[in-house]
């Protein structure tokens, strides 16, 4: 159990300080904030791949998620500002969406190349590549943009959503390592609740929110943060489970294994940037993340056929392409909404808010989809044992193997009906029709547009 406690720490540090280091980028500039999380996820990457102690990788750990909580944020608030044309917008939202979508693929083809063929720990210091090129990027291409009108940072508001996020994330990593019933769960989960809508209520009375109530709103805006939420929660099932499945059942490598996700990162890249260039100014998010959501819970049902005995091309090939189509036709266009007609000085907080959604549905999906899965493994070995099942007292090979067949499945129906649930909410949520600016953003100062015309040719965040 220790080791879930390098998972956890990252997952605790980022998601209470998402909407925090969101408020900042808007507050001090999002170029600094940037640099800041550049170097400090750098440095803390080092420190963790350098960790001569537990505690100290953990420690590590939990940095990086602190930075990271800058660094996102940041990240995709300064594609927001920078690009207003509706072309160039879906081109830079069709390429970041395709990242967000396929990142936990690409992570397990590079962690399982990493971890067989050097160590563990390179897994930390590959950041540091990134972190160079990044960095370099930023120097070079953005320029500081001064706020032009100062607020103050709401810091009660900051301490109760940074408190709140604290405790259902950790309510919901307990789940997952211990169970549903034990009061370190459902305590930590029943006040990060009553946190958060003590939060709503303060947002709703505050001079300067942390959150405005304005960038939520949106009838769109709030089906894009809903949206990646789900997707977040159902994307666990693909991940993990196949994972599994590959490994365990398949008996694939680390690398083969990681290997095979990539016919669905390529089907991520190829939907996410057709439906952000082409189809998303013409017809909207509505029919786009409704359909993706459906192709995703497609593919899960495809997956329940997986069996011990089945082969990767006949039954894994084919659902993981039709759920690639699915999350990039999700997650793009959930991107490119969430922040659009938000006011510059609001960006970063809607694109923090993106990211928790994103990181609470993960958060949900683990928790929820590995105590289903442990359930029904049991279950499944419950009721088929017999004296013919069991070998010197060991269980014999065949029932191991179909309890875990039972488990995948079972988890990927759920992780199905999850998705489908929100092909409904999300159908209902969103407006018809393109993307219009609302009023309140389309009244934002006319001085800003004059000074972002009036700059030369570089990136202004």
């Known amino acids: 159990m220790d080791r879930q406690w390098v998972v956890t720490a990252y997952a605790l540090a980022f998601g209470s300080l998402l909407l925090l280091g969101g408020r900042l980028g808007d507050l001090v500039g999002r170029k600094v ?24 990788l953990v420690a590590a750990r939990a940095a990086q998620g ?141 001079a300067s929110p942390l959150l405005p109530p304005r960038v939520v709103a949106d009838r769109n805006r709030g089906g894009a943060y809903l949206a990646v939420l789900i997707a977040g929660a159902g994307m666990f099932g693909i991940f993990l489970f196949l994972t599994y499945y590959l490994q365990q059942t398949l008996h694939y490598s680390p690398v083969v294994s990681g290997a095979a996700f990539l016919p669905m990162i390529a089907m991520v890249v190829v939907s996410a940037n057709l439906s952000n260039v082409m189809l998303l100014p013409r017809v909207g998010p509505k029919p786009l993340v409704t359909a993706g959501m459906l192709l995703a819970a497609g593919s899960l049902v495809w997956l329940t056929g997986i069996g011990v005995h089945s082969d990767y091309v006949s039954a894994v090939l084919g659902p993981l392409m039709v759920a690639g189509l699915g999350f990039g036709f999700t997650i793009a266009p959930s991107m490119n909404t969430g922040t659009f007609g938000v006011a510059p000085q609001d960006a970063g907080v809607a694109s923090a808010t993106l990211n928790t959604g994103q990181q609470i549905g993960g958060s949900i999906g683990t928790s929820l989809l590995n105590t289903i899965f442990a359930s029904a493994v049991a279950h499944y070995l419950t009721s088929h044992l017999s004296p013919a099942t069991v070998v010197h007292g060991h269980l014999a090979p065949s029932l191991a193997a179909m309890s875990l067949i039972h488990g995948y499945t079972t988890g990927f129906w759920v992780a199905a009906a999850i998705f489908g649930a929100g092909a409904v909410i999300c159908g209902t949520l969103f407006r018809s029709g393109p993307l219009r600016a609302p009023r309140s953003a389309a009244a934002a100062p006319a001085e800003a547009a004059v000074h972002q015309a009036s700059q030369a040719p570089a990136l202004h965040i």
Not at 33 to 56: D, E, H, I, N, Y
Not at 82 to 95: I, K
Not at 130 to 140: M, N, S
């Open 33 to 56: 904030t940037f640099l800041v999380g550049v170097l400090g996820f750098a440095a803390a990457s080092a420190a963790g791949g350098a960790a001569t102690s537990f505690g100290m």
């Open 66 to 206: 602190a930075f990271g909580a800058l660094l996102a944020p940041a990240a995709l608030s300064i594609l927001s500002t920078t690009f207003n044309d509706p072309r160039e917008r879906g081109r830079a939202f069709g390429v970041y969406g395709a990242i967000v979508g396929a990142g936990g693929a690409i992570g397990l083809v590079l962690g399982g190349i990493l971890t067989e063929y050097l160590s563990w720990r390179w897994c930390l210091y590959v950041n540091l590549i990134f972190a160079g090129l990044a960095g370099t990027g930023a120097v070079l291409l953005f320029t500081q943009q001064r706020a032009r009108r100062r607020t103050r940072l709401d810091l009660p508001g900051a301490a109760l959503v940074s408190a709140s996020m604290f405790c259902l994330v950790y309510g919901f990593s307990n789940a997952a390592t211990h169970n549903w019933h034990t009061p370190s769960t459902y305590g930590f989960l029943g006040v990060g609740v009553a946190l958060l809508a003590v939060f709503a209520l303060w947002q709703s009375r505050a």
